[in-house]
Nanobody, 118 residues
């Protein structure tokens, strides 16, 4: 599975951005899609995920502000980010988990920078 992320940029505190991540390759094998982020000097953290059945999960810090969705016809996952805060500044990565649970593989997109100014 190959992932291509887009949509990052510079936005003011309180603004919105939508990230997109298009999947290609063995998309039929994808079980779950997610967005992670990594701020300078910090570990990469899970922001949101969505299962093949549409179940979603969010980090506590973004719940109520971010929405993850997927368009299976376009093999694309989105992250709508509203009410952005300076602490949301990070490189955002999309992730796909594919294959059976026993041999599940993880694929990563190239990352897209999100910068929120105060």
């Amino acid at each position: 599975v190959q992932l291509q992320a887009s949509g990052g940029g510079l936005v003011q505190h309180g603004g919105s951005l939508r990230l997109s991540c298009a999947a290609s390759g063995s998309i039929f094998s994808i079980n779950a899609l997610g967005w992670y982020r990594q701020a300078p000097g910090k570990q990469r953290e899970l922001v949101a995920s969505i299962s093949s059945g549409g179940s979603t999960a969010y980090a506590a810090s973004v719940k109520g502000r971010f929405t993850i969705s997927r368009d299976n016809a376009k093999s694309t996952v989105y992250l709508q980010m509203n009410s952005l805060k300076p602490e949301d500044t990070a490189v955002y990565y999309c992730n796909a988990k594919s294959g059976p649970i026993a041999t599940m593989t993880s694929s990563w997109g190239q990352g897209t920078q999100v910068t929120v100014s105060s």
